[in-house]
T-cell receptor
Framework: QKEVEQNSGPLSVPEGAIASLNCTYS??????FFWYRQYSGKSPELIMS????GDKEDGRFTAQLNKASQYVSLLIRDSQPSDSATYLC????????????FGQGTTLQVKP | DAGITQSPRHKVTETGTPVTLRCHQT?????MYWYRQDPGHGLRLIHY???????DKGEVSDGYSVSRSKTEDFLLTLESATSSQTSVYFC?????????FGQGTRLTVV
């Protein structure tokens, strides 16, 4: 079992819709969770971090964490063509060494 | 970018030769990481460092070694490059939890 799993997609949504991206992780003691966005040919950029159960909103983005289910998700409201990218979920498994593990990423396509 | 420089940005090398990639940071961050990215695999952790001279292996460490002799530099060495190590390599840094990435190095082994 991979430590962090995502559906690779592509996930296709129409412009203006809500895009829902999901991620599961295997290590129950993980404490920190992140979503990165990566445009083709570019570096990943951090868009959301979440550390406690529940929702965290930042503009059109909402991160949701459920530690009991070992599940973290990212919702993008009012999706725009410029949101078309690969979204990477990342997790810090429990350690005191700062290890950071990524999922394989989900490709999102927002169609005008 | 968060004060991270990767060098070189592009490299073509021959099978069997050693190759060293450099990651340099100006942020004085504690943690540094090396990832490789290949189609369908996302970012896979090669090695990471949690302090000067403190390093640990990631998921795909075979064929790679690292060194961190000072806070600002983290070197990744391919001891004897193989075609399977053709990839895009990313360095990342973190002070506590959030990590920030360099621009990447595209390595081709022929």
């Amino acid at each position: 079992q991979k430590e962090v799993e995502q559906n690779s997609g592509p996930l296709s949504v129409p412009e203006g819709a809500i895009a829902s991206l999901n991620c599961t992780y295997s290590d129950r003691g993980s404490q920190s969770f992140f979503w990165y966005r990566q445009y083709s040919g570019k570096s990943p950029e951090l868009i959301m971090s979440i550390y406690s159960n529940g929702d965290k909103e930042d503009g059109r983005f909402t991160a949701q964490l459920n530690k009991a289910s070992q599940y973290v998700s990212l919702l993008i409201r009012d999706s725009q063509p410029s949101d078309s990218a690969t979204y990477l979920c990342a997790v810090n498994p429990p350690s005191n060494t700062g290890k950071l593990i990524f999922g394989q990423g989900t490709t999102l396509q927002v169609k005008p | 970018d968060a004060g991270i420089t990767q060098s070189p940005r592009h490299k073509v090398t021959e099978t069997g030769t050693p190759v060293t990639l450099r990651c340099h940071q100006t942020e004085n961050h504690r943690y540094m990481y090396w990832y490789r990215q290949d189609p369908g695999h996302g970012l896979r952790l090669i090695h990471y460092s949690y302090g000067v001279k403190d390093t640990d292996k990631g998921e795909v460490s075979d064929g790679y070694s690292v060194s961190r002799s000072k806070t600002e530099d983290f070197l990744l060495t391919l001891e004897s490059a193989t075609s399977s190590q053709t990839s895009v390599y990313f360095c990342a840094i973190s002070q506590d939890t959030e990590a920030f990435f360099g621009q990447g190095t595209r390595l081709t082994v022929v």
